[in-house]
């Protein structure tokens, strides 16, 4: 695969930090937001703006096609994800009121055929934030609180769900539905499966910002679907630390993580955290060297090869992205950035230094 994209595809951007990429960084477009991979690895689903249509991109020929700009009356989507048979699941409001209406309270899930002939199908369930899907089955997960259903209770109320994806005569629809997780006052959002279906990982956000912007930080959790326990995979004061993409092994995750910085840091990095409970991660992309860019959403193609993302600037909105981009991860898990893996514990009290991407006191 061509780390160089069709110049017919690129927006002209001066201080787009992937012109002068990183070593085993570069730009894919410089436009577009929350990127996810075909099953096939051949081409990237993502959002052209925020609240728009959903585009795709061929990873061969670098062409750009506007799947959803023609087909039906609704055009505000935030995500779009695969699932296992190629139909796409997408989650946006049927239409845009405000931004904290439309994205928390009436967003919702769609699914398109995997042709994209026909006009989204909205599947009747309104959800928080994102939702992961399986690799192995048309399964996906979610979150819902008091504001997608009174009978959860409060906005602070929330349930976890794992939820088939069934076809019919009606054509696909949700079909069998558990709840597998309750809480109050946290912020549960599923990313992904792993083992076989056997548990999520989920990250779960603690006093969000707009509640104390003091307290705020995000964890990373697993919740065993046979048991119900729930197990905790990194967690660490005043940081935001949010899975973003399971590697096909299932034994890491990307981890969108300000810990360079604190909870609302002008740094956000891309990082490798491995799912055993040892908090160790690792750093893959360098937006630290790059301020006031970030570097988030990601996605992992299912080779293993080459991590998606997006980028935004310190004070964007969350998911709100400026562009696209990939690293190489061959590459990069043979340097030796690859080797210099950290726990919470071992970074506490230290900095980055800035020229090696080491610490100091």
Avoid at 21 to 29: A, D, G, I, N
Avoid at 121 to 143: D, H, Q
């Amino acid at each position: 695969m061509s780390c160089e994209p069709i110049k017919k595809n690129i927006i002209a951007q001066e201080e787009f930090p992937l012109n002068d990429p990183p070593e085993f960084h570069c730009k894919l477009l410089p436009y577009g937001e929350r990127p996810y991979w075909s099953p096939d690895g051949k081409r990237i689903a993502f959002i052209e703006s925020n609240y728009g249509d959903v585009c795709e991109i061929n990873m061969e020929t670098r062409e750009v096609s506007n799947l959803t700009e023609k087909l039906g009356e609704h055009h505000s989507f935030l995500r779009v994800l695969f699932l296992p048979n190629g139909d796409y699941i997408l989650i946006g409001p049927r239409e845009f009121k405000d931004r904290y209406t439309s994205r928390r309270v009436e967003s919702e899930l769609w699914i398109m055929d995997k042709d994209a002939k026909y006009p989204p199908k909205p599947l009747g369930r309104r959800i928080f934030e994102g939702c992961g899907v399986s690799r192995i089955a048309n399964r996906i997960t979610y979150s819902m609180n008091g504001n997608h259903d009174p009978s959860i209770g409060t906005p602070e109320d929330f349930e976890v769900h794992v939820t088939e994806i069934v076809y019919g005569e009606n054509g696909p629809e949700l079909g069998k539905d558990e709840v597998v997780y309750r809480t109050h006052g946290y912020d549960p959002e599923p990313q992904d499966f792993r083992h076989d279906d056997t548990e999520i990982i989920m990250a779960e956000y603690y006093n969000p910002p707009e509640v104390d912007k003091a307290d705020y930080f995000c964890t990373v959790k697993g919740v065993n679907l046979l048991t119900g326990e729930v197990k905790l995979y990194i967690s660490e004061p005043h940081i935001h630390n949010e899975c973003e993409g399971i590697f096909p092994d299932e034994e890491y995750t990307c981890l969108e993580s300000s810990c360079d910085g604190g909870p609302l840091s002008h740094t956000i990095d891309l990082w490798k955290l491995k799912l055993d409970g040892s908090m160790e991660r690792t750093r893959m992309t360098r937006m630290l060297w790059k301020k006031p860019w970030r570097a988030t959403n990601s996605n992992v193609s299912p080779d293993g090869k080459w991590l998606a993302f997006m980028l935004n600037v310190c004070g964007s909105e969350a998911g709100y992205g400026m562009g696209l981009g990939l690293l190489d991860l061959e590459a990069w898990g043979k340097s030796e950035y690859a080797k210099m893996t950290e726990t919470v514990h071992s970074r506490a009290g230290r900095k980055t230094d800035l020229k090696t991407g080491g610490y100091y006191e």
